[in-house]
T-cell receptor, first 114, second 113 residues
Framework: DTGVSQNPRHKITKRGQNVTFRCDPISEHNRLYWYRQTLGQGPEFLTYFQNEAQLEKSRLLSDRFSAERPKGSFSTLEIQRTEQGDSAMYLC????????????FGSGTQLSVL | AQSVTQPDIHITVSEGASLELRCNYSYGATPYLFWYVQSPGQGLQLLLKYFSGDTLVQGIKGFEAEFKRSQSSFNLRKPSVHWSDAAEYFCAQNQGGTEKLVFGKGTKLTVNP
């Protein structure tokens, strides 16, 4: 069990650029989640996959955001035409059973949009 | 929409002192409640969870929490705090029927020597 891995740890970009983050869940976990955390706030749910199927999406996830999980293993989160309001920590989590059992979180990707 | 309130943004205690972190959840018939801890540079780690049954739940690292339906509360406690407990603590509730966790804003704990 190597834990949930997220890359990169930090990303600085200019407004209007596209960015992509990667999450590698714990290998046997079939559920994968993306959350966003801004300063002084708790994590906010963005989206959830069971295997390769994206089953839930938050209304926070605008059309500029897209997430994929091809083959049900790693996942990518892409933000197009970044805005300063997108600056946040993007957290990935995985679980073996339902999310109301236990989530294992990665250390996150810190995005700064200049 | 369901919400979770953590009234204390920042708490400071001395090492060895007792600790109680407050959490109030919005009404739910069968709330699934959690406490997570986040240390700097680390991912969130589950301390404990409540689904049903005994209202006093034990977790890792010597933490416990008590579910009180009448007060819509799920407060986290520890009898004697260690310096390594300094971190940010998040209370969360499962939004019924979904995989979504709703988190409070967190309480930052500082431990003085």
């Amino acid at each position: 069990d190597t834990g949930v891995s997220q890359n990169p740890r930090h990303k600085i970009t200019k407004r209007g650029q596209n960015v992509t983050f990667r999450c590698d869940p714990i290998s046997e976990h079939n559920r994968l989640y993306w959350y966003r955390q801004t300063l002084g706030q708790g994590p906010e749910f963005l989206t959830y996959f069971q295997n390769e199927a994206q089953l839930e999406k938050s209304r926070l996830l605008s059309d500029r955001f897209s997430a994929e999980r091809p083959k049900g293993s790693f996942s990518t989160l892409e933000i197009q035409r970044t805005e300063q309001g997108d600056s946040a920590m993007y957290l990935c989590a995985s679980s073996l059973r339902q999310g109301n059992e236990k989530l294992f979180f990665g250390s996150g990707t810190q995005l700064s949009v200049l | 929409a369901q919400s979770v309130t953590q009234p204390d943004i920042h708490i400071t205690v001395s090492e060895g002192a007792s600790l109680e972190l407050r959490c109030n959840y919005s009404y739910g018939a069968t709330p699934y409640l959690f406490w997570y801890v986040q240390s700097p540079g680390q991912g969130l780690q589950l301390l404990l969870k409540y689904f049903s049954g005994d209202t006093l739940v034990q977790g890792i690292k010597g933490f416990e929490a008590e579910f009180k339906r009448s007060q819509s509360s799920f407060n986290l406690r520890k009898p004697s705090v260690h310096w390594s407990d300094a971190a940010e603590y998040f209370c969360a509730q499962n939004q019924g029927g979904t995989e979504k966790l709703v988190f409070g804003k967190g309480t930052k704990l500082t431990v003085n020597p």
